[in-house]
Structures are given as structure tokens and as C-alpha cells.
């Protein structure tokens, strides 16, 4: 069984994959780990040199091949992930998606926790980010809230949305 994890930045969704695939003894894939590793640049410097569009398709072609392997993982997915191409639709195809959904007020205090390592949001004023984020989250909650599943992560630790997401899946 692959357990996709989706969500906006500071959802949890790194943080809880590594949790979940210790509790329930599944290989954990972080897939914008995985495209910087294949490609030995971070994310933001495939942006700058390649480009989103060429961001994208191997973001796709990347996911595709993790979708397709025949093991238990748990996979931590980009926050834009979703929107692009039909992932969503392969997403819900090869795996069981859960959509970690966290308020405004939640998220922007937990990206300005890290703002400096999030390129999305480094240069921002911080007065400007929950608009920023509203406004993303009105963009791509179509798509993550297609997932199989919801699970509420505002107030709650890794441990505890790790359990409910293994109560909605019975393991």
C-alpha cells in the first residue's frame, strides 16, 4: 500500500510521514527529496536554472514511478504536487491520499517558523503571508480536497495525526 500525504506548506506533511512510516513500518519517500537527489540541485535552484515547467514534468514523471512501485511507502508530496497535470487523479489511483488540512493562522505560524528556507515565501513581508496563503489555499483546495481522506492537523502533533490517519485506514 502507498499512503500519499497532501497539503499546503506547513501542513506537516514531512514531519508526519516521518512519523507515520516509523509506527506503521513503511519506506517513507519525501518526492521533492527525491527529485533534488536525482537531480543534485534543491528545489529552488531547479526553479531558477530549469524552470518551473521543467519542474514540473519531472516532479510527474518522478511520482509516476514511485506510484508504480510495487512496496509500502509512505510519500511526504509537494505542496503544489496536485495541481499540475492530472496528478490528483494518479494519486487517488495508485494510493491512498490523505489530505492533512490545516487553518491560515496555523500555517503561517508554522512557515514563519522556517520562512528563510521557504522560497515560496522568503522575500514576503511577514504581515503579507496569511493572504499569500489564503489565496493559494483558495487555488488549490479543488484539488487536495479530492484526496480519499482529511485529517485535521490544527492543534494536534505528529503522533496524534498519524493515529487518525491510521484509524481512517484500518492498520
Do not use: C
Request: proline share 2%; charged share 25%.
Amino acid at each position: 500500500m502507498i499512503i500519499s500525504l497532501l497539503g499546503y506548506m506547513g501542513s506537516g506533511k514531512s514531519h508526519i510521514s516521518k512519523n507515520l512510516s516509523q509506527k506503521i513500518n513503511f519506506k517513507l519517500i519525501d518526492l521533492d527529496l527525491k527529485i533534488s537527489e536525482e537531480h543534485g540541485m534543491t528545489v529552488a535552484e531547479i526553479f531558477e536554472k530549469r524552470g518551473e515547467i521543467y519542474f514540473r514534468k519531472e516532479e510527474k514523471r518522478i511520482l509516476e514511478t514511485i506510484l508504480n512501485a510495487d512496496e509500502n511507502i509512505v510519500l511526504s508530496l509537494g505542496g503544489g504536487t496536485p495541481v499540475y497535470y492530472e496528478n490528483m487523479t494518479v494519486i487517488n489511483e495508485k494510493s491512498k491520499s490523505i489530505f492533512l488540512r490545516a487553518s491560515v493562522g496555523t500555517l503561517t505560524h508554522r512557515v514563519l517558523l522556517q520562512k528563510n528556507t521557504r522560497p515560496l515565501i522568503a522575500k514576503l513581508q511577514d504581515a503579507d503571508i496569511p493572504e499569500f496563503i489564503a489565496k493559494h489555499l483558495f487555488e488549490r483546495n479543488p484539488f487536495y480536497s479530492k484526496a480519499h481522506f482529511t485529517v485535521h492537523t490544527d492543534s494536534k502533533n505528529a503522533e496524534q495525526v498519524s493515529d487518525d490517519i491510521m484509524r481512517l485506514l484500518e492498520i
